[in-house]
């Protein structure tokens, strides 16, 4: 790794986890592109650097949530006891079953399109009376947590990212969903990060994470993430939800042009 590239990487980094991290985004799903078309990470090992951004970049934004009392509550648990398993298995499906990048380009823009119009919609005409929409169970949120742990596996995402958009889709104010997807995408990294480097010792092609660039990139989100999470509480409810359906909306457009080029 370059200077200019770990400086891009350090900036990249810092930028995106600034913006995300108030709507509990760690950015590592922002950042692929720049690892793919700027930095020149390969697919599949683009995946588990992700990974090892959000270990690195995550506890900024967790300091600053704990020390306000943000963490507490049984949201955390719930999202990381389901997503954990689901990370894992994500991770082995990614790196025997989607090892193409135009695949893997259509698996984020098909995911990433509709959950980010749904969100835009819901915040701008929110459901009334009989049509409003409700939190959705604990077994169905520990559920839920599951499958998009296999696909944040799959994304190399961590799954939190994911999460946040659906859960405060459903209803889940963003202040309690922002620091619970946040501890989730930094447990399921840290599992999904494993598995790849465990794979690596028996796959072929570039597994492994690029590891000088994906610390340097994650010591930028962890500043990032750091300031991000301090200035939510000066946020607006309805800004945040519109943050994270339109963050949504424009990586699932750009990996849909890229996938049909």
Known sequence: ?????GILGFVAGLLISLATAPVGVSGAVFLLPVQVSVLGVPSPAVTPTNLLYNVVSCPGALLRYRSSGQLRG?????LV????????????????????????RAF???????????????TLRPARGAHAVRPPSPRATAGLALAVGAAGGVYGIGGGSLLG???V???VPVARVAPAALAC???TSLAGA?????????????IAPDWPLGLVCGLGGLCGGYLGARLQPRLPEKGLRLLLGVLALGVGLLYAVQAVR
Do not use: K, N
Request: hydrophobic share 55%; aromatic share 8%; charged share 5%.
């Open 194 to 206: 494993g598995t790849y480097a465990l794979l690596s010792l028996t796959a072929t092609g570039d």
């Open 108 to 122: 984020i823009a098909v995911l990433l399109l509709p959950l980010g119009a749904w969100l835009c919609a819901r």
């Open 169 to 171: 889709g459903r209803g």
């Open 74 to 78: 049984p949201l955390t648990r719930l």
């Open 165 to 167: 958009p659906i859960l």
């Open 81 to 104: 006891a389901g997503a954990v398993p689901g990370v894992v298995a994500g991770a082995v499906i990614r790196v025997f079953a989607v090892p193409g990048p135009t695949v893997f």
């Open 1 to 5: 790794m370059s200077w200019p590239t």
């Open 185 to 187: 995408t930094f447990v």
